[in-house]
């Protein structure tokens, strides 16, 4: 595998209530206050594929194997419109901006590949360039179930203890395989208070000031 990869690109990843979008803004906030240029987004992103896949998302049988496939091919064009249109990843990061992401391509594989062929979707993602850090936040899946109950949320279809029990899995091992492919990748257990997440997080960061 030799991927691009896209410098000052960061990616959060984990299973839902692991904890990715506070952790992603957590981050946020502190480049800003460092007076580092940071931006904050998130797939599904806003476009005419990702706005049918948050109803699809609400509404969806994840068993269905056409509904599975649908999935995949549309979080790829999803992304494939992130990663290249206008003001998309590329841009941004290579202009100077760390582009911060709340989900990449390893949802798919993990979240479609509970009912799918990770093979397949890893092969589907397999031109997307990759980010410089990858965070995968790591919790027990009935911890994670808690903190969705908490929120008091319609819950989404892959929201159960059992399904995501398989999505981390999942994760682990497509995680694994690109050990070697050049990108600096932390796991973080988020089962700790998000303050030390956070700091562990930052810690990881080559760019940012070692003493704080
Ligand atoms: P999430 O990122 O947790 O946002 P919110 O809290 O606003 O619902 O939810 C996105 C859901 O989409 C999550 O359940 C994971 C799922 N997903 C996939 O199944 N495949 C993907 O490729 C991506 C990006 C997300």
Known sequence: MNNKIIEGFIVFEGIDGSGTTTQMNRLAERLKRLN??????????????????????????????????TMSSLFSLDRALHVYGENGIISTATGGVKLLCDRYFW????????????DEILELN????????LFFLDVDPKEAVKRIDRRNAAKEIYE???FLEKVR???????KRYED????????????????????????????????
Do not use: H, W
């Open 169 to 175: 899995t999942l994760y682990r091992a497509a995680l």
């Open 107 to 118: 949802s798919t594989a993990a979240y479609q590949g509970v009912n799918g062929d990770v």
């Open 36 to 69: 580092i240029p940071v931006r904050c987004d998130s797939e599904p992103t806003g476009s005419v594929a990702g706005r049918r896949l948050r109803t699809l998302l609400k509404t969806g049988n994840a068993e269905d194997p056409l509904f599975n496939t």
């Open 181 to 212: 492919s050049g990108m600096k990748i932390f796991t973080a257990d988020t089962s700790q208070p998000a303050d030390e997440t956070e700091a562990f997080i930052a810690s990881c960061l080559d760019f940012l000031p070692k003493c704080r």
């Open 126 to 133: 397999n031109a997307f360039p990759l980010p410089e850090y």
């Open 160 to 162: 159960t203890a059992a």
